[in-house]
């Protein structure tokens, strides 16, 4: 049941779970909160559904020096001129820190596409080493609980 009348949606990608692992950790953060939450793969999701949601989390792993998903191209360019003014978004998204200068980019680059979009952001980028550990679902809730401060303004 959900407590707060607010609806949310995590889009995910992945290759070998962990971005996947981000995105549950999310959903459950969001459910305790009371929020209506869906979670959805980025190849299988419509950046036009987000005009219906409160909340969004995009969460993106990062590949070839920097790299956006494969499968999340068509959704990148889809963000391209949706106006998502009503939307407050978070992203996370796991990478490996060996990549340094292009540890999680396509978080960045997203981050970059919705700042287009009129969405208002609710904090910075949560960027995950590998597997997320105790540490990261402190971030993550830090970033779920600003989330919900920022859609009651
Ligand atoms: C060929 C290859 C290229 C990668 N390139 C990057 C990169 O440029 N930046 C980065 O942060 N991580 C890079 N990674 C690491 C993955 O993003 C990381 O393992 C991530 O946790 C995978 O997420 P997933 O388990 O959701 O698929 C790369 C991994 C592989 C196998």
Redesign the pocket.
């Known amino acids: 049941m959900s407590s707060s009348n607010l609806t949310a949606t995590v889009v995910f990608a ?7 692992a981000v995105a549950d950790i999310l959903v459950k953060q969001l459910e305790e909160a009371g929020v209506e939450v869906e979670k959805a793969e980025m190849s299988q999701s419509e950046p036009e559904d987000l005009q219906e949601k409160d909340l969004a989390f995009l969460v993106p ?7 956006l998903p494969d499968e999340g191209l068509d959704y990148f360019d889809d963000l391209k001129n949706l106006d998502l003014k009503n939307l407050v978004y978070g992203i996370a998204g ?4 060996f ?1 340094e200068g ?4 396509a978080l960045d680059k997203f981050e970059e596409r919705m700042q287009e979009t009129g969405a208002k952001e609710a904090g910075p980028l949560v960027r995950i080493n ?1 597997y997320p550990a105790k540490r990261d679902e402190d971030k993550l809730a830090t970033l779920v609980d600003a989330s919900l401060e920022a859609v009651k303004k």
């Open positions: 992945t290759i070998t779970g962990n971005n996947e792993y990062t590949y070839d020096e920097g790299s796991s990478g490996d820190n990549y292009y540890y999680c980019l590998l």
